[in-house]
């Protein structure tokens, strides 16, 4: 008798995790633009230990007990929404371990087996991957330079709705998007709202990098352009503060909040971690914190474009106006899965754009994370990178 036949079918089905050692590059230490991780420089280690401290002498009772998560947490989450322009309450809002956890709990509220999720082409395939284990049927609808194309999804609510089928949800990163790094127009938010009402599509609207501007106005969050309740807003302390925290939260109708809250099985997030990130962000301490965090990743993305505009000005993206992306499309004829491997041989990681399509396509783009990398490794990555292409370039021309 095998262990593995006690296995559920789609635990059988799923391939299990790689752990894979890190490439290597021969001889060269490899540079790795392939993740979108926090710059390590920009962790705030001091003020952490500090605000542990004030909460371990202070509140000991409430932190280190089984306890509800920091109601301070919820408080400033939705004071937060609210000067983003979302009437947002704390009974709204539900924290999680990261918004991974709220990513994962959505299936088991929303999607049964064979059921339609609209996902943006490309998009985060943490998420996806997370519906398609729910069941879910992925459609994508195509981004372009101003966000997801409003048109293609309308023609798509309406087939959809001519052959009987009402999507479950549009999964939507509306601004500095993963991986293409461009940000939805406010007329396109406006009428993706107006097609929610029209639809009752229910707009999963993860903002996790909308914090990290480095130029421009901020644009109302489509959770502050819907008045009849179809958005679910979904945020992170991953980009502004650590991801190694693991705070994520949504906010929304509250009987869907109460939904994804019955199926964490841990109850409340953690009440250090919550109590921490509030005690911390206190007194303007966040807000400070991020202004200082979107100069910082707003010269790394200055020097990322400049050396490719320098390096591979064949190679075209559209420049982010945040964020921590730059989605390359490559020089004609170059695949991305080909350049992969070489690209670690000339001591480079990228990630191929075809892992962030649900259907695999995608391989005219490679995104580029600059958020992670030494500033002053940037140039010499780039430069590796170019040394990549121009390698499968010359195959191209022989
Ligand atoms: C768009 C998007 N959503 C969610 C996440 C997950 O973030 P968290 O650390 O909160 O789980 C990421 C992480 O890269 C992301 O890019």
Same mark, same amino acid.
């Given at each position: 008798m095998q262990l593995s036949e006690l296995f559920t079918p789609q635990a059988r089905e799923l391939a299990p995790p790689i752990w894979a050692?890190?490439?290597?590059?021969?001889?060269?230490?490899? *540079?790795?633009? +392939? %993740? $979108?991780?926090?710059?390590? /420089?920009?962790?705030?280690?001091?003020?952490?230990?500090?605000?542990?401290?004030?909460?371990t002498s202070n509140k000991i009772g409430e932190v280190l007990n089984y306890a509800p998560d920091a109601r301070?947490?919820?408080?400033?989450?939705?004071?937060?929404?609210?000067?983003?322009g979302v009437a947002a309450e704390p009974r709204q *809002?539900?924290? +999680? %371990? $990261?918004?991974?956890?709220? /990513?994962?709990?959505?299936?088991?509220?929303l999607i049964n087996p064979g059921d339609t999720v609209l996902v943006e082409a490309p998009t985060f395939m943490g998420a996806v991957r997370m519906f398609a284990r729910g069941g879910a049927r992925l459609v994508g609808v195509p981004v372009d330079s101003a966000g997801l194309d409003v048109d293609a999804l309308e023609a798509t609510l309406r087939?959809?709705?001519?052959?009987?089928?009402?999507?479950?949800?549009?999964?939507?990163?509306?601004?500095?998007?993963?991986?293409?790094?461009?940000?939805?127009?406010?007329?396109?938010?406006q009428r993706i709202v107006q097609l929610a009402a029209e639809y009752g599509l229910l707009i999963v609207e993860d903002d996790a990098y909308v914090d990290l501007r480095f130029r421009g106005e901020p644009?109302?969050?489509?959770?502050?352009?819907?008045?009849?309740?179809?958005?679910?807003r979904i945020g992170t302390f991953s980009k502004i503060?650590?991801?190694?925290?693991?705070?994520?939260?949504?906010?929304?109708?509250?009987?869907?909040?109460?939904?994804?809250?019955?199926?964490?099985?841990?109850?409340?997030s953690g009440p250090?971690?919550?109590?921490?990130?509030?005690?911390?962000?206190?007194?303007?301490?966040?807000?400070?914190?991020?202004?200082?965090?979107?100069?910082?990743?707003?010269?790394?993305?200055?020097?990322?474009?400049?050396?490719?505009?320098?390096?591979?000005?064949?190679?075209?993206?559209?420049?982010?106006?945040?964020?921590f992306f730059i989605w390359l499309r490559l020089p004609s004829g170059v695949n991305a899965t080909e350049l992969e491997p070489l690209a670690i041989q000339h001591g480079v990681e990228i990630l191929p754009g075809s892992r962030c399509f649900s259907d695999g396509s995608g391989d005219d783009h490679i995104r580029l994370a600059f958020s992670e990398t030494p500033a002053e490794q940037l140039d010499e990555a780039i430069r590796r990178l170019a040394g990549a292409i121009r390698e499968v370039g010359s195959y191209l021309d022989s």
């Open positions: 050692a890190p490439p290597v590059a021969g001889a060269i230490p490899l *540079i790795s633009l +392939a %993740y $979108g991780l926090a710059d390590p /420089l920009m962790l705030p280690g001091e003020e952490l230990i500090e605000a542990a401290a004030q909460l301070s947490l919820k408080m400033l989450i939705a004071e937060r929404l609210r000067h983003e *809002i539900l924290v +999680a %371990y $990261g918004s991974s956890q709220i /990513l994962g709990i959505l299936p088991h509220v087939e959809l709705r001519a052959a009987g089928v009402r999507p479950r949800f549009l999964y939507s990163i509306p601004t500095f998007q993963n991986p293409a790094g461009v940000t939805l127009s406010l007329a396109r938010r644009l109302p969050p489509m959770a502050a352009l819907d008045t009849e309740g179809w958005v679910l503060l650590a991801p190694g925290l693991r705070v994520g939260w949504a906010h929304g109708p509250k009987a869907l909040i109460d939904r994804l809250f019955m199926f964490k099985p841990e109850g409340s250090f971690v919550t109590h921490l990130v509030a005690e911390f962000s206190a007194d303007g301490r966040l807000e400070a914190h991020i202004a200082v965090l979107r100069q910082h990743y707003a010269a790394k993305c200055e020097r990322m474009a400049n050396a490719l505009r320098r390096e591979l000005p064949e190679a075209s993206f559209v420049m982010p106006e945040g964020g």
